[in-house]
């Protein structure tokens, strides 16, 4: 009973890994990019799209070598117990830091532009609220839900056309001015935008039909890239350059300097769309990471285990104090999740040399 | 004593003790008519009925008098027996418990001295309601049979409209004392046994002394006990039933009640109405768009007013303000107190108008509605604006086609204005994400509650905000996971 309540699809995985990495990117994506490369950030996210749609195919691939197995039984086979458990305990880790970091960011969305006198404290109990009810029945419910974000993705592409008429494609113009260099520099907050598709390797055993996996994932990795690739040109279009330097969250800002015939203000009706979906990329990362918890300890189904859960993480999350000091550890995680997808990429190597465990399926 | 007497025993060779048993068991029930005769053969008998159960006539003319006429009766001659009676029913238990039952349960049961088996014969006839329009559920280009508290009834209504073998009813027995039968029927082919071996395995696991109406079955079995939203289709319409039939749900029919329940059913069975299929698809879906947005309306119209007079002022545009302004400056309370206040005195005209007499009610809600809506207005105790947008609230509530999801809808509606009134659009956003989350948790039988959203169905979602045309209606909803999955050609 309890296991069947994390059976997904892969049509689900799909909406699980979009609106991961949707929710954490596209905040701060167009500004970080205007810093390093200028109005030419778009091409940045087409190429890191399409080399990170390569990545998606090799960690499906490792998985598919071994049979419904994750990765934490899988580095117990190719490294040993002991080793395998350090990684594992690394790998949790850097998901546990992931939840912190994301609700924090989140929250800051909401402190900074919408509810300025809410402690932030009070913000993330309320965020936690529905991904705990969610969590606390299985991964299947987190990832029904999941599927909200293309609503909110489809909310924003008619949030663009509204504002199409505004939009002065000067500013994209010369086309590619930055060069490699521009590429290069992007690097960082390309990665970090789309972090979010290495839960493939956690969750790959709940999948139910696993020969669809591979054509759902990278299908989740091209609606996002071209999701990020409109949002960059319209954004950079809409301020230019320079202006986009200056603002920290320039989708908010974008909605709000559109002017609707009767409602003012629409940025608070914005954010209240975009709240539950980006909540939920908050959600995907917090209930693997307590799937993950739950799987490498042994857990049992208790309701004492969740709310501790998220006791620490609601703790952790408070720990940065300003939008800088977000930055600092942003980077960290950016690291940590690059790593994390060398690492399940030499581990897709490896199998070939130390064969034990594999078994590879149709 | 009664309790001292095994009654759970085969009948004894000796007449006397037969009787002595059976009598001593049902003794203090003036009802139940003891008839003792002398047969032709010279033997001692008894005929025991139901008065009032039992159809007196048919009894006389075509049980009593052959029995009496027999020249010889023994356990030789009960094998021709179904020969010489010119009933309908006959049984020959030989269980004094299934004596006792079947005389409780209306049949006229003669017993006879030399016979260790008794004669039980089904011979009803009692008072019952006429077949009417079901009050709750109102149609205007819908059938307007409804079920009543017969269940024989019910059961001939649905063979009625599906003449087909395929029809089946699995029996059960529920009640320690009331020993009420439940029937749950289907359409064999269609429905999906797995689904029917869950039904099965709740309604036995069922320990309880009686079940008045169908509300306390549903509310034993359903999967979430404390979920306020409804899981299992509570109707009276039989338009509704056979569409659930057809499409491989289960209907789940309790004697003595005249609501049914179907299940699984979606959220949005709740939504639709019977008519809806009965007009034309464009009318259909008009309404269909038009409950949503009032479904929508009644959620969260309030706690959204609210929450933007308490706190985000600015997002209402400045002509508006203006007005509001004016409109609340004379109200002494904070937004959430005046619409309580509104809310309280709609509730109680609504649940005064209920139990009282129509020709009352209309007094009432002008009483309710105009002057006290009117004058405490007047008095500076609400505003205007306030009163109108919960009554829009209660109106879009009002449209919903079923009882229970109304109750939800209110009771969340309450939570909302509580939650936006201290928290701002986080109160309104937080308990709707809540809702959300809740209706995708939810399980009718198993089955996803929510099902064409999450989990997505593109092929159902053509009859649930929309109702396409009926010739793109060939497949059955998946929500039931039905055995057969299209409408027509090979299933008649």
Redesign the interface.
């Known amino acids: 009973m309890d296991k069947r309540k994390n059976n997904i ?1 892969s ?2 995985l799909m909406g699980l890994i979009v609106s991961i990495q949707v929710g954490v990117g596209m905040t701060g994506l167009p500004s970080n990019l205007a810093t390093v490369c200028g109005h030419d950030g778009w091409i940045s996210v087409l190429i890191y799209g399409i080399i990170i749609t390569a990545v998606i195919a090799l960690i499906i691939k490792l998985m598919n070598r071994y049979n419904n197995k994750s990765i934490y039984e899988i580095n117990k086979f190719l490294y040993g117990k002991y080793l395998g458990g350090l990684l594992n305990l690394l790998i949790v880790l850097y998901l546990w830091y992931s939840v912190c970091l994301c609700l924090r960011s989140y929250i800051n969305v ?1 402190h900074a532009d ?2 300025r006198s ?1 402690p932030s404290f ?2 993330c109990v ?2 936690l ?2 991904t705990c ?2 969590a606390w ?1 299985g991964l299947k ?1 987190i990832t ?2 999941a ?2 974000i293309y609503l909110s993705i489809g909310f924003c592409l008619i949030l663009y056309v509204l504002v199409f008429s505004e939009l002065r494609f000067n500013f994209l113009m010369p086309i590619a001015q930055s060069g490699i260099e521009g590429i290069k520099a992007s690097f960082t907050p390309c990665i970090f935008a789309f972090l979010g598709y290495d839960v493939i390797s956690i969750i790959y055993p709940e999948i139910t039909n696993k020969q669809k996996a591979m054509k759902f994932a990278i299908g989740s990795n091209i609606i996002t890239t071209i999701f990020f690739v409109i949002l960059v040109l319209v954004t950079t279009s809409f301020f230019g350059e320079e202006m986009l330097k200056k603002s920290i969250y320039p989708m908010i800002k974008l909605s709000r300097s559109y002017r609707a015939p ?4 629409m940025d ?2 914005f954010i ?1 769309v975009w ?2 979906a980006m ?1 939920m990329s908050i959600g995907g990362y917090f209930s693997v990471t307590y799937y993950s918890i739950r799987k490498l300890l042994n857990l049992k189904k208790k309701v004492i285990y969740l709310i501790v859960f998220t006791l620490i993480t609601i703790l952790l999350s408070n720990v940065p104090k300003s939008i800088s000091n977000i930055k600092v550890y942003t980077n960290i995680m950016t690291i940590s999740g690059i790593i994390f997808s060398i690492f399940l990429v030499i581990c897709y190597l490896f199998s070939f040399i130390r064969k034990k465990g594999v078994n590879p399926h149709v | 004593m009664a309790e001292d007497i095994n009654t759970d025993v085969n009948l004894y060779n000796d007449y006397e003790k037969n009787f002595f048993i059976i009598d001593e068991t049902l003794k203090d029930c003036p009802d139940i008519i003891r008839r003792q005769v002398i047969l032709n053969s010279g033997k001692k008998g008894c005929f025991f009925f139901v008065q009032g159960l039992c159809d007196l006539d048919l009894f006389q003319r075509d049980f009593m008098t052959p029995l009496l006429n027999l020249q010889k009766l023994d356990s030789e001659e009960i094998k021709y027996l179904p020969n010489k009676l010119p009933v309908a029913g006959l049984t020959f238990p030989i269980v004094i418990d299934k004596i006792i039952q079947d005389i409780l349960a209306g049949n006229a049961v003669f017993i006879c001295d030399g016979l260790n088996t008794g004669i039980s014969c089904t011979l009803k006839k009692y008072e019952k309601r006429t077949i009417e329009e079901p009050d709750g559920e109102k149609s205007i280009r819908g059938d307007h049979d409804g079920f009543i508290e017969d269940m024989a009834t019910n059961i001939a209504t649905i063979r009625r409209k599906l003449k087909t073998p395929n029809l089946k009813f699995k029996n059960f027995t529920v009640g320690n004392i009331s020993h009420q039968t439940v029937n749950v029927a289907y359409l064999e082919n269609i429905a999906n046994p797995n689904i029917l071996q869950i039904i099965s395995d709740k309604i036995t696991q069922l320990d309880s002394d009686s079940f008045i109406a169908i509300g306390y079955l549903e509310q034993i079995i359903a999967d979430h006990p404390n979920s306020i939203f409804p899981q299992y289709l509570a109707t009276e319409r039989p338009d509704k039933a056979i569409a659930g039939l057809l499409e491989g749900r289960f209907v789940i029919m309790l004697q003595e009640t005249s609501f049914v329940m179907i299940a699984p059913v979606t959220y949005f069975a709740f939504t639709q109405a019977p008519e809806d299929y009965s007009t034309h698809w464009v009318g259909a879906t008009y309404l269909r768009m038009l409950r949503t947005l009032a479904t929508l309306i009644a959620f969260f119209l309030p706690g959204m007013y609210i929450a933007l007079l308490s706190f985000h002022y600015y997002m209402i545009p400045l002509h508006l303000l203006v007005q509001l302004a004016q409109s609340r400056a004379k109200v002494p309370f904070p937004p959430v107190i005046e619409a309580f206040m509104v809310e309280f005195m709609i509730e109680m005209v609504r649940e005064a108008s209920i139990r009282l007499p129509s020709f009352i009610t209309s007094s009432i809600s002008i009483v309710g509605g105009l002057v006290i809506g009117q004058t405490a207005i007047q008095a500076g105790i609400v505003s205007d604006l306030m009163v109108i947008v919960i009554a829009a609230s209660a109106i879009a509530g009002f449209t919903m086609p079923t009882y229970d999801l109304g109750i939800s809808i209110r009771i969340t509606k309450y939570v909302i204005m509580i939650t936006s009134s201290i928290f701002g659009i986080l109160g309104v956003i937080i308990p709707m994400v809540m809702v959300l989350a809740h209706l995708i948790v939810l399980d009718s039988l198993g089955e996803p509650y929510f099902q064409p959203i999450a989990p997505f169905k593109f092929s159902d979602l053509k009859d649930t905000y929309i109702r396409a045309p009926i010739r793109y209606l060939k497949k059955r909803p998946d929500i039931a996971k039905p055995l057969d999955k299209e409408r027509g050609k090979k299933n008649g």
């Open positions: 699809t049509a689900q909401i919408l509810l809410t009070v913000l309320f965020t609220i529905p009810y969610l029945y419910y029904r839900f599927q909200m009767i409602i003012e203000r608070v009706l209240s709240l539950p909540a």
